[in-house]
């Protein structure tokens, strides 16, 4: 029988999540200040995920306030947010993560210009996510009948924490523009 490392982490999980948390929060403050010591990387991940409570709250929209936010099919299995806790004690007020078939998706809403996004990142553990993976996650967090948007930023602007990562943003409330073209003998096209 193989021990399982995990397991006293797994039983306090299961008997005692709050104070898991607060251990996991405090190691990861721990790990943070030693990096920033060492690096600029913990400023970006900072920068990137909102770490702070007071952060997170701003231009953040919950999820049960926004006004559109994906019925997830149930098929994605919906993950603990013990280590997002770490970022925010409300995290699971404003993101949502799923995993089906080796696809991580991360959801949340936010205000950008005065306007409510839903931001769809997802990923794959080994390689970029390809076309099928964005089809299909257009299709089951923002759906068919919706445009969205895939963001490349200035290169100034990029933040790669994850190299494997691609994002999707959605608004109800934003005009996106209709880059169709009527291509004669052929049809709609974009």
């Not at 490392?5 to 607060?22: F, G, I, M, S, V």
């Not at 790990?31 to 231009?59: P, Q």
């Not at 699971?92 to 995993?99: A, L, P």
């Not at 490349?152 to 880059?179: R, T």
Request: with cysteine; net charge negative.
């Amino acid at each position: 029988m193989s021990s399982d490392c995990y397991e006293p982490l797994r039983r306090l999980a299961d008997e005692d999540p709050k104070t898991l948390r607060e251990f996991s929060r405090q190691y990861m403050q721990e790990k943070i200040s030693e990096l920033e010591k060492e690096s600029d990387f913990a400023k970006d991940i900072k920068k990137t995920i909102c770490l702070t409570d007071k952060s997170m709250g701003v231009g953040r929209v919950k999820i049960q306030d926004a006004k559109f936010f994906p019925e997830v099919p149930s098929y994605y299995k919906l993950i603990d947010m013990t280590v997002y806790h770490l970022l925010a004690k409300d995290a699971d007020d404003y993101i949502r993560k799923y995993e089906w078939n080796g696809l991580s998706v991360i959801t949340s809403v936010a205000i950008y210009n005065n306007k409510e996004w839903l931001h769809v990142s997802f990923s794959r553990k080994s390689r970029i996510p390809d076309y099928n993976d964005i089809q299909r996650v257009r299709r089951d967090f923002i759906g068919e009948d919706k445009k969205c948007f895939m963001v490349f930023p200035k290169k100034e602007n990029y933040v790669n924490i994850n190299k494997y990562c691609l994002h999707l943003w959605y608004s109800e409330d934003a005009d996106i523009p209709d880059f169709e073209v009527d291509i004669p003998g052929i049809g709609k096209s974009i």
